[in-house]
């Protein structure tokens, strides 16, 4: 039924929903880019359709949430988004400046490998004094 003269219009709920759950898929697009493709207006839509028997049956509701926080979640779907690509887009900044000033080094040169020497042996002549000390320089 019309509503009253100096009443309100009724609240459509699923509107209401299809409202609430095209600001969470706007909000989340920044991290998730391919949430549009998934969630289009008609998708979103008969979701809030298909959501609102069920929330009927339970007792909950949605109704007046964008009137209570309009501007606050006006202003948080703008900026939050915004503040989150602005630092993605910092970073990436970033990382490009310090490419920018990096300088390759050159490879070493490979050195050869060191070459394996066989130990000399000397044969010096022993001789046998019965286990007696000898006397130095003798």
Same mark, same amino acid.
């Given at each position: 039924?019309?509503? +009253?003269?100096? %009443? $309100? %219009? $009724?609240?459509? =709920? ?10 969470? &898929?706007?909000? +989340?697009? $920044?991290?998730?880019?391919?949430? =549009? ?23 909950? @509701? ?9 501007? %606050? +979640? @006006? ?38 490998? =060191? ?5 000399? &042996? ?11 000390? @000898?006397?130095?320089?003798?």
């Amino acid at each position: 039924t019309a509503p +009253l003269p100096g %009443e $309100p %219009e $009724p609240v459509n =709920p699923v509107q209401e929903v299809g409202d609430c759950l095209k600001l969470v &898929r706007d909000l +989340l697009t $920044p991290l998730l880019p391919y949430l =549009p493709g998934i969630y289009t207006d008609e998708v979103v839509a008969e979701l809030a359709g298909k959501v609102v028997p069920v929330m009927d049956k339970y007792g909950l @509701s949605v109704e007046g949430v964008g009137d209570l926080f309009g501007p %606050e +979640l @006006s202003l948080a779907v703008t900026v939050l988004p915004l503040a989150y690509v602005t630092y993605k887009v910092h970073g990436q900044y970033k990382a490009a400046l310090d490419a920018e000033r990096t300088v390759d080094m050159p490879k070493p040169q490979a050195q050869a490998a =060191p070459v394996a020497v066989a130990p000399v &042996r000397a044969m010096v002549a022993v001789r046998d004094t019965g286990g007696q000390l @000898s006397m130095q320089g003798a």
